[in-house]
């Protein structure tokens, strides 16, 4: 009797639903074992998505965004990360890339350190056409993986990815920064809605997960804390809140 009671008040601490808004993730250290889940509200195979979410590292090899999990029959099903590793300096350079289907595409940005970065990736399995947005920039239009849909029963989560080979995590895009502004949809959204969605419009939510709605369960020693970089509505003289550096 006791021993469930225990469980109960553990469920109920490592899980939530919230609106976000004002918050991010903080992964602490480059750790495999710390990651956040994340609960979609849809679980259909998605043909068509969108990803927005913005990440703020020190310039390392990341993986942002995965769905599957280690027994997932396809490995990386979608992956957003980052890599520098191919940079130098790697402040100067970082190449967003994605995988479907552990097909991997990427596309070299320029980026500051210690700033947040914004990414918005959408996929349409009819044509393959994936768009990679980059702090609202387009990249020019990449064809991946056409026919594939992507499983989200399979599980999403934050701060990890599996290696290309084999089953394990990989610890060397294990994350390490700040995560924000997670949303996903079941459709392509058009440039002026990912407009919207870079401005932190409050109005624009993903239907498949919404930070401002997020249902998720951290694991390890990710915790929740305040956006530092971020001022809002009326503070920022606009009906958007943003963020930017000081
Ligand atoms: C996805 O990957 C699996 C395993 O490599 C392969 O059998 C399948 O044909 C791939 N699907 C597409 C649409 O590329
Ligand atoms: C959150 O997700 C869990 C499954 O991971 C589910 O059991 C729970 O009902 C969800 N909570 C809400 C409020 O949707």
């Known amino acids: 009797m006791e021993m469930r009671f225990l469980c109960l008040l553990l469920f109920a601490g490592s899980m939530a639903q919230e609106d976000m808004d004002r918050n991010v993730f903080l992964f602490p250290s480059k750790t495999v074992g710390d990651y ?11 043909d068509k998505l969108t990803v927005c979410l913005r990440s703020y590292t020190d310039g390392g090899r990341y993986a942002l965004l995965t769905v599957g999990t280690r027994e ?5 099903m979608f992956v957003i990360l980052q890599d520098t590793s191919h940079s130098s300096p790697p ?26 970065n914004h990414y918005c990736v959408t996929w349409d399995s009819n044509t393959g056409v994936l768009q990679l947005w980059v702090n609202g920039k387009v990249s020019p ?19 990890r990815m599996r290696r290309y080979y084999g089953t394990d995590w990989d610890s060397t895009f294990a994350f390490e920064g700040e995560i ?38 951290i694991n390890g020693d990710v915790i929740v804390q305040p956006k530092l970089q971020c001022r809002y509505g009326s503070e920022s003289g606009s009906s958007h809140s943003q963020c930017f550096i000081e």
């Open 141 to 159: 239009r990449k064809v991946l993986k056409k026919g594939f849909s992507i499983d989200l029963r399979d599980g999403i989560s934050l701060g």
């Open 91 to 116: 402040q100067l350079y970082f190449y967003p890339a994605v995988y479907i289907n552990n097909t991997q595409v990427s596309i070299p940005a320029k980026a500051d350190v210690l700033e947040w």
């Open 36 to 46: 956040v889940v994340l609960t979609p509200m849809v679980t259909e195979p998605l």
């Open 180 to 217: 924000s502004d997670v949303h996903m949809w079941n459709e392509v959204l058009s440039p002026k809605t990912i407009r919207r969605v870079l401005l932190n419009d409050r109005d624009i939510n993903g239907n498949v997960i919404s930070w401002r709605s997020l249902n998720y369960t």
């Open 72 to 76: 997932s029959k396809i490995r990386n």
